[in-house]
């Protein structure tokens, strides 16, 4: 299997189901083979990828009951390098179908990680797109992933959601996935006037989340929604809208970063400190 990313945020609205149709079809354009795995009951990234889930024969509930195996429920999409693990509302049963109690709570987290091995050596890069909270499936898809991708916003309210995340990412390492690592945190949706903000005080951000900061900003481009009700990624539509060109700069720096992962140059995680947040506090947040 190729690395595997999350992209995950406890807050809904902070453009994760968005980063992550956008950011999978970005690589693919790149010609990297990508499967982009939707973890999400609301099932929205099948939905924007373009694929129509009342004819879907399988899903990745299916997937995680063992009916099907990950091959056989793939789906193609319209970009020759990308394919679509996908997901119905159905998926909300997972929990309760699969959780066995407290005393196999590390093993049942497992469950997707084990899924998706047996796809391995098929894709460069797989993008999980998870639920915006810090329920089962976003444990078993952190509990999947060799990186975490962090969308978030210049917001009081995404900075708290940002917190309680970091102590689930903690939790994770330390019970089940101790080599699970924080790729970077990036801002989207952001207008000139929040970007001015942003140029005008570096230092803040980078106080908070201990370097992890990315390069990339995807700006707030209403082109975005707009494809995703065409159910279609936006390069599909406009290839030089700014949105476009944000998610294909995110691609780049994250397959850069994927680079340095594999040649060694990334250290492993700081298990001391690792997420320890206090970021309403202002507090600095290690994110190894």
Known sequence: MGQIVCVTSQKGGTGKTTTAVNLAASLALLEKDTLLVDADPLGNATTGIGLDKQKLPWDLYDVLTERVTAREALCDTSLEYLQVLPARYGLHHAESILKRGPAAAVADRMVLHHALSGLSGEFEVVIIDSPPSLGFMTQCALAAADFLLLPIQQRLYAYEGLSQLLQLIRHIRKTCNPSLRIAGLFYTMQDNYRERDRLNDTAQPTRRFGGKLLQTTIPFDPKLA????????????DMKAKG?????????????????????????????????????????????
């Open 226 to 237: 707009e494809a995703a009700d065409m159910t279609a990624p936006l390069a599909l539509l």
């Open 244 to 288: 476009a060109v944000g998610y294909l700069s995110l691609a780049r720096e994250l397959l850069r970063i994927l680079d340095a992962a594999r040649s060694g140059s990334v250290s492993q995680p700081n298990h001391s400190n690792a997420a320890d947040p206090a970021i309403a506090g202002g507090s600095p947040v290690h994110v190894a």
